[in-house]
């Protein structure tokens, strides 16, 4: 994406949209307005959202900026246009995916999308179009409604000094993922009240991959820029950034957990929505072993210079097959995951993140976090035959649970044992992987004020409640693409009007609408209905 680039948008009577424009502090943008999703028992009417994409947030890391830190993009002369999504980290077709996360090619991959219902106007504001329709200027308190709104300001604000504001970051196991997944547009948080904001950030080695001479951490950094980002530009927006919640899902749920027990991250968000959060913490001898076998095996030195020698179709290749999967021991990998992710290298992370927050970091912010039942227990489907002639003590074994826990974890997850060895073995992998996770994070957070959720109701593709399931329940998405696959063909919209009621509630500083995690151990189970249960993660205990 170049530094000046200047766009000139002709509205059209079908079009009905204008182009309204923000100035930012690096350059001015133009992003264009949508239609909401009227919502089905919402708290509020039709709305318009406005959509700012791929607005460049750091300069391309390309050249003598591959395997740097991030830096902050120039500023630019001019209009840039801010309608289409910019490019991603992600490249080529990512497969069948849970989750529609297209790849976008292009240099400039890191890049935030904006989603808005209103925005400051100040003096000399001015329309700019012959319908009426309102052209940003910059960050000045008084709100402006999106065209064709009903928005109440006053109401969905709270706040004299702008909206609260999620910001999201995709999952994808730290190796893919897109922001520009038609799943993760803001306009249904716009339509209750919420800025939201996507973040695009380096992926897989380019990443996360230790290189002798290059910071650790890359990925991790470009977090923390766009999150700099979000504080220094997202009033010009209408957002408040005193409010700022992070949220995601998977490998964007570890992320988030991991900038909640960051030091360094502490002035940039104000509360957590973890959903599925599959932290990392690899271990800084772990990254780095790996990153030698894998220039071992590219013929290159380990250091910046020799890795500029290869291409990134050459990179990815290498970073593929050394991190395929080929049997043995699925009880390591589960428990030690794959070695590319945020590192524990002593300075961006200074420790594993269960121990920031028992030693208190992030004490002070809400987390909400939670997991499907049956996370994983789609990768078993295949499985099924082979897996009912293995003895189940074998099996836990092979997935790495401790013998003297086994009885006690098929007593607890009967209900599960019933259903046949495949669900047995996936509820094992969830449990192991997401599941536990929660119980600990609870424990370590002490009194931090926490709320938790199952997320329990059966997929009508799948009959039980897979990965991913939640997220178009989370966004309210339910009319969106690729649904069916993941959902079946008439998935509740009351259950995603409850899902989605919760977080807005979240991010906007009030409970989620239920009990804390306290030592009753209450938490909501998303099913139909819903309802709150003690100790709703019993079946889990026999793992910790």
């Not at 547009?185 to 800025?195: I, K, P």
């Not at 030195?301 to 990134?312: S, V």
Request: proline residues 8%.
């Amino acid at each position: 994406m170049e530094n000046t680039q200047t766009t000139v948008l002709h509205d059209t009577a079908a079009d009905a949209l204008t182009h309204p424009e923000v100035q930012t502090r690096a350059g001015r943008v133009r992003g264009r307005w949508r239609d909401t999703t009227a919502p089905g028992s919402g708290p509020r009417g039709h709305l318009r959202s406005a959509a700012f994409l791929g607005i460049p947030f750091a300069e391309a890391p390309v050249g003598e900026l591959r395997f740097a830190a991030p830096v902050p993009k120039a500023p630019w002369q001019g209009v840039l246009d801010a309608a289409e999504f910019g490019a991603t980290a992600q490249r080529g077709d990512p497969g069948v995916t849970l989750i529609p996360e297209p790849s976008i090619e292009g240099d400039a991959t890191l890049n935030v999308n904006v989603y808005t219902p209103a925005i400051p106007a100040g003096p000399g504001a001015s329309t700019g179009s012959a319908t009426g329709m309102p052209v940003l200027v910059g960050p000045v308190p008084e709100l402006v409604e999106g065209p064709g709104s009903d928005l109440d300001a006053g109401a969905s604000t709270g706040s004299a000094t702008g909206m609260p504001v999620l910001v999201y970051i995709h999952g994808g196991g730290y190796f893919a993922g897109s922001p520009a997944s038609p799943w993760y547009d803001g306009r249904n948080f716009t339509r209750d009240g919420v800025v939201t904001v996507t973040i695009s950030y380096r992926l897989g080695f380019d990443g996360f991959g230790w290189i002798q001479d290059a910071p650790s951490n890359r990925g991790v950094r470009d977090w923390l820029l766009a999150l700099e980002w979000v504080q220094q530009n997202i009033a010009a927006f209408g957002g408040d950034p005193a409010r700022v919640t992070i949220a995601g899902q998977s490998a964007g749920g570890g992320a988030v957990l991991t900038l909640l027990g960051m030091e360094q991250a502490q002035h940039l968000f104000h509360g957590v929505y973890a959903i599925s959060g599959a932290l990392a913490d690899v271990p800084a001898e772990r990254a780095e072993a790996f990153g030698r076998s894998l220039a071992e095996a590219a013929g290159v030195a380990p250091t910046r210079a020799g890795w500029a020698m290869l291409d990134e179709d050459r990179v990815l290749a290498l970073q593929k097959k050394a991190t395929a999967f080929e049997g043995g021991d699925m009880g390591d990998i589960v428990e030690n995951g794959l070695p590319l992710g945020p590192v524990v290298d002593g300075d961006l992370i200074r420790r594993p993140t269960p121990e920031s927050l028992r030693a208190g970091i992030g004490s002070d912010k809400p987390l909400v976090l939670g997991a499907t039942d049956d996370e994983f227990t789609m990768a078993m489907g295949d499985a099924a035959k082979a897996l009912r002639w293995v003895p189940t003590n074998l099996l836990l074994g092979k997935l790495g649970v401790a013998k003297a826990a086994r009885k006690a974890y098929l007593a607890a997850n009967a209900d599960v044992v019933a259903k046949g060895k495949a669900r047995l073995a996936g509820r094992v992998l969830t449990d192991r992987m997401f599941r536990r996770a929660i119980l600990r994070i609870t424990a370590d957070r002490g009194t931090a004020p926490t709320w938790v959720y199952r997320f329990s109701w059966p997929s009508g593709a799948f009959g039980f409640a897979e990965h991913c399931l939640d997220v178009p329940f989370f966004f309210d998405c339910l009319d969106g693409p690729a649904i069916e696959p993941l959902a079946g063909a008439n998935p509740p919209q009351a259950l995603a009007d409850e899902v989605h009621a919760a977080a807005v509630a979240f991010i906007a500083g009030r409970d989620p609408g239920w009990p804390r995690y306290d030592r009753d151990g209450v938490a909501r189970v998303f099913d139909t209905p819903s309802h709150d249960q003690r100790d709703a993660y019993a079946s889990v205990r026999p793992l910790l």
